[in-house]
């Protein structure tokens, strides 16, 4: 994941952090249609483990209009959802899991999914970040579960 990988069809190291980002994010569970705020939070990781500033990326707003630009006739990398949020192309995810496991999730993705995660998929999320081999991800996101006494948590 050290490496970001340029997406068809234009766009600069910004864009790409932006998708590692919500591709990121939708492997642990977490709803996919990701708030922009959280995605520029962490897309800030993905291109500062990559080579920052001697990347010369393109800046957020340019970024983000590459973000929703359909590439080749097909589709965005990141295609726009109800109440302004964005979901990663699922080929880009099914890719990225294809070729990774979710242990190799950074810390910092594991953060911002649990800043971000609602009621109805922290079960899911604690099973992926148990598979994961991360049991304190899993106890943090079922604990507002447990407080209201829910079952399943």
Sequence with gaps: ????????????????ALVAAAVALARTGVDTALPPESLERLHAYFLDRAGGPALRPEGME???DWASRIVLGVTSPLVPGRGGTYKPFDYLV??????????ELPVQVWDEALRIV????????ATVAKVAGRPDVAKEVLGPLAEQDVPTA
């Design 1 to 16: 994941m050290g490496r970001l990988q340029r997406c068809p069809g234009g766009g600069g190291a910004e864009l790409a």
């Design 62 to 64: 340019e970024a983000w």
């Design 94 to 103: 099914s890719d990225t899991a294809r070729q990774s496991r979710p242990s």
């Design 118 to 125: 609602d009621d109805s998929r922290r079960v899911l999320m």
